[in-house]
């Protein structure tokens, strides 16, 4: 429980309204425009969602400046960014459970292996050799790290988690259930109808502050190394193939699938279930929509939509716009024929 004067307090360059008591509110629970929760905070930062705050049952409605007056007779608390200051909230209703050098029934760490204080280790547990796990870090229930691993401070690694050899880690990692870092890139020589395996003995190196999903796969490099950069956030089920190159803060929704030796620069934006072909590249704060597929490297940076056409998102909707006339088109060549005709045009 905290009171909204405490609240705010932590909030940077927020404003209490409509309250002269702000001591007295309590609140313990966040809860969304439509739901009704005593001592409660509710949130609004679009103007399609006024009508609804002003209907909503919180105890205090959190907005931005100069909207307070939208909500008279209601506590209200001001921030410049509504979102951000959720962020801050929801941490203080939730805070993140604290690394205590708690350890599974059954694990095996190998003696070489060097361990931060702080950090838990779930059941089911291996560790490798020399491999090196950071402070405060929780490896949970059945991970499976190899050897020559280094993962940095305050990392997670979610249940089932596989970590292959010489993988690289920076700090606050976070994984989800079920994902796979540095196993083998897809590489096969085709010779007289036989497959040949090309061994991939780079690795893969991962930045600070990066989200991996679950079921999300990392190819390690063939020669050079797969790297993803810093502040970098992965969806579920997404596959990254040897040698990609992503930059820093780019965003990568599920499902979508980048192929070996693609270069994604800092700053994209990859919609859900995009393709992205080997060996291209997306400029700095290029953004893909979804279900898009990409073949070529953009000559610029933009939205770009469709499949393999490599249309600016604007050039897409006219596409689209247009696609019922070309269903029709056998009937208009027709129609310019007759009309050909009747003119006594001649081809």
Not at 8 to 20: A, D, F, M
Not at 171 to 182: E, P, Q
Not at 187 to 210: A, E
Not at 315 to 322: C, G, I, M, T
Request: aromatic share 8%.
């Amino acid at each position: 429980m905290i009171t909204l004067l405490e609240l705010s307090n932590r909030l940077p360059e927020s404003k209490i309204h409509n309250t002269n008591e702000p001591e007295k509110i309590s609140l313990n629970s966040v809860i969304t425009l439509y739901q009704n929760k005593p001592n409660s905070i509710t949130y609004v930062s679009e103007k399609s969602y006024q009508n609804d705050a002003k209907k909503s049952l919180a105890t205090v409605i959190l907005t931005l400046h100069g909207w307070e007056n939208l909500f008279e007779n209601r506590p209200v608390i001001t921030v410049n960014h509504v979102d951000l200051a959720l962020i801050q909230i929801l941490d203080i209703f939730f805070p993140p459970q604290e690394s205590v050098s708690k350890r599974g029934q059954y694990f095996v760490v190998h003696p070489s292996a060097i361990i931060g204080e702080f950090t838990d280790i779930g059941n089911f547990v291996s560790i490798g050799e020399n491999s090196r796990i950071g402070k405060n870090c929780k490896i949970s229930d059945g991970v499976k790290i190899a050897s020559n691993v280094t993962i940095g401070d305050n990392s997670i690694v979610g249940p089932n988690c596989v970590v292959y050899d010489n993988v690289k880690i920076g700090k606050n990692f976070l994984s989800f259930a079920n994902s796979t870092i540095g196993g083998e890139g897809f590489r096969y020589i085709d010779f007289k109808s036989i497959l040949y395996r090309v061994p991939q003995v780079g690795t893969v190196v991962i930045g600070d502050d990066v989200r991996i999903g679950s079921n999300t796969t990392i190819d390690r490099g063939g020669i050079d190394d797969t790297t993803i950069g810093d502040g970098t956030k992965i969806d579920n089920d997404v596959q990254i193939a040897h040698n990609v190159k992503i930059g820093k803060h780019v965003i990568v929704a599920g499902a979508t699938a980048i192929a070996g030796s693609a270069v994604i620069e800092d700053y994209c934006k990859i919609s859900g279930a995009c393709a992205v072909a080997d060996h291209i590249t997306l400029p700095s704060g290029t953004m893909l929509a979804g279900g898009s597929g990409l073949r070529n490297t953009p000559t610029k940076k933009d939205i770009y939509a469709g499949w393999d056409w490599n249309l600016t998102f604007m050039e897409f909707q006219k596409f689209r716009a247009n696609v019922k006339h070309i269903l029709n088109l056998n009937k208009i060549v027709k129609k310019i024929k007759d009309i050909e005709e009747k003119l006594g045009i001649k081809e």
